[in-house]
């Protein structure tokens, strides 16, 4: 197993098979691109259906135990079955998805050996649900939902992005997947540093304080050093509304913990999210090559805060010096977005108690 110069080994791969998505959510750092008709072939420049094999076996080789494809939507892929049958049975393999096209698909998906599904559902609401995502699909994704866990894919995570226009409906969602067997909640907090708008971020304590306080156990999860809420049940029963939250800004604990590197649907090895000067090309795609563009990505591979990114006297965060001259084999990746786009037209959810949406569903803040 490859390990990087602060101890980490790798042991995840997160692999993004397209950058298009037939939402444009009002969070994410890269609009809805592209033609979003339905499951297609590869577009150009997207990494073709045997390259994203060989780059699995690669990381296979080397010890990677799970694979989840992402995107964008990685159900545009019509090749999405393929890759999945195909992938090295060493592997778990995952997907995070928005969840429309599952209903036709998730049963073959879990023939070809799919074993669990992430599905982004933000909000509760469909009217609300269109405003986040700027599609009509709400039911649909509830729809999906529903095939994934027939097709045997349980359990199903639901992941909400927690900021400013979310946030009071965190109550809501934790008791949703309470009641519903075959759910769990993922609470992503809102990162600025990828999305920009600073002023949507909530204090992800306080999600923490509440959890805190309505659950029955608190445990941590290895990757990340994530925290784990057991509304009900218990780890030994594994039932019971499990809540899990994902904190990483500010959180050296979260990048210490950190085991995995991404592949970007163009071709290139990524070992932080957070970063866009240490994109490494995979060459001519060939084995050889993936593997040393795996090789090399690890091997200058640092925590992200903590590290790349350090304390200043006063607290605050400021770039490492030392990673000031960084710099990948191509240019950082822009995802400029339209100041006048519907994003701006966001507003909080929950009319007049959203406010400044108290994130554990408390009285709002001014």
Same mark, same amino acid.
């Given at each position: 197993m490859l390990e990087d110069d602060f101890g980490r080994e790798l042991a995840g791969l997160r692999v993004s098979l397209t950058d298009r998505c037939?939402?444009?959510?009002v969070y994410c750092h890269n609009?809805? +691109?592209?033609?979003? $008709?339905? %499951? *297609?072939?590869?577009?150009?420049?997207?990494?073709?259906? #045997?390259?994203?094999v060989r780059v699995l076996e690669v990381a296979a080789d080397h010890g990677v135990e799970a694979v989840k494809f992402t995107g964008g939507e990685p159900m545009l892929r019509a090749d999405l079955a393929e890759i999945v049958r195909r992938t090295p049975e060493e592997l778990e393999v995952s997907l995070t998805? @928005?969840?429309?096209? +599952?209903?036709?698909?998730?049963? #073959?998906?879990a023939d070809a050996g799919l074993e669990r599904v992430n599905v982004s559902q933000d909000a509760l609401d469909p009217e609300d649900f269109a405003t986040l995502t700027q599609s009509?699909?709400?039911?649909?994704?509830?729809?999906?939902?529903?095939?994934?866990?027939?097709?045997g894919l349980a359990p199903v995570k639901l992941n909400m992005v927690v900021f400013e226009h979310t946030a009071g409906y965190v109550p809501e969602m934790v008791e949703h997947v309470a009641e @519903?067997?075959?759910?769990?909640?993922?609470?992503?907090?809102? *990162? %600025?540093?990828?999305?920009?708008?600073?002023?949507?971020?909530?204090?992800?304590? $306080?999600?923490?304080?509440?959890?805190?306080e309505q659950?029955?156990?608190?445990?941590?999860?290895? *990757?990340?050093?994530?925290?784990?809420y057991w509304i009900e049940g218990t780890p030994e029963d594994d039932k019971g509304g499990l809540v899990e939250v994902v904190d990483p800004v500010? @959180?050296? &604990?979260?990048?210490?913990?950190?085991?995995?590197?991404?592949?970007?649907?163009? /071709?290139?090895?990524?070992?932080?999210? @957070?970063? !866009?000067?240490?994109?490494?090309?995979?060459? #001519?795609?060939?084995?050889?090559?993936?593997?040393?563009?795996?090789?090399?990505?690890?091997?200058?591979?640092?925590?992200?805060?903590?590290?790349?990114?350090?304390?200043?006297? &006063? /607290?605050?965060?400021?770039? !490492?010096?030392?990673?000031?001259?960084?710099? /990948? #084999?191509?240019?950082?990746?822009?995802?400029?977005?339209?100041?006048?786009?519907?994003?701006?037209e966001a507003t909080p959810v929950q009319g007049e108690e959203a406010g400044k949406a108290a994130p554990d569903g408390g009285e709002v803040e001014d």
């Open positions: 037939n939402f444009d959510c609009e809805g +691109l592209g033609d979003t $008709r339905g %499951p *297609m072939a590869p577009a150009e420049g997207e990494l073709s259906t #045997d390259a994203v998805t @928005n969840g429309t096209f +599952l209903p036709d698909r998730a049963a #073959d998906l009509g699909a709400y039911d649909r994704v509830l729809e999906g939902v529903e095939a994934a866990l027939e097709a @519903n067997d075959g759910l769990r909640l993922q609470l992503i907090e809102y *990162m %600025p540093e990828l999305a920009g708008r600073p002023e949507w971020a909530v204090d992800i304590d $306080r999600v923490h304080d509440w959890l805190a659950a029955g156990d608190v445990t941590a999860r290895e *990757m990340h050093d994530r925290t784990r500010g @959180n050296t &604990d979260f990048c210490e913990n950190c085991h995995r590197v991404r592949v970007t649907h163009d /071709g290139y090895l990524k070992g932080c999210l @957070n970063r !866009n000067d240490d994109l490494r090309s995979l060459g #001519d795609r060939s084995k050889e090559a993936i593997e040393d563009a795996l090789r090399d990505t690890v091997s200058q591979r640092v925590p992200y805060y903590g590290e790349y990114m350090i304390q200043d006297e &006063d /607290g605050g965060w400021v770039p !490492n010096p030392e990673y000031a001259d960084s710099e /990948g #084999d191509r240019a950082p990746y822009e995802y400029k977005r339209d100041e006048s786009s519907a994003s701006d």
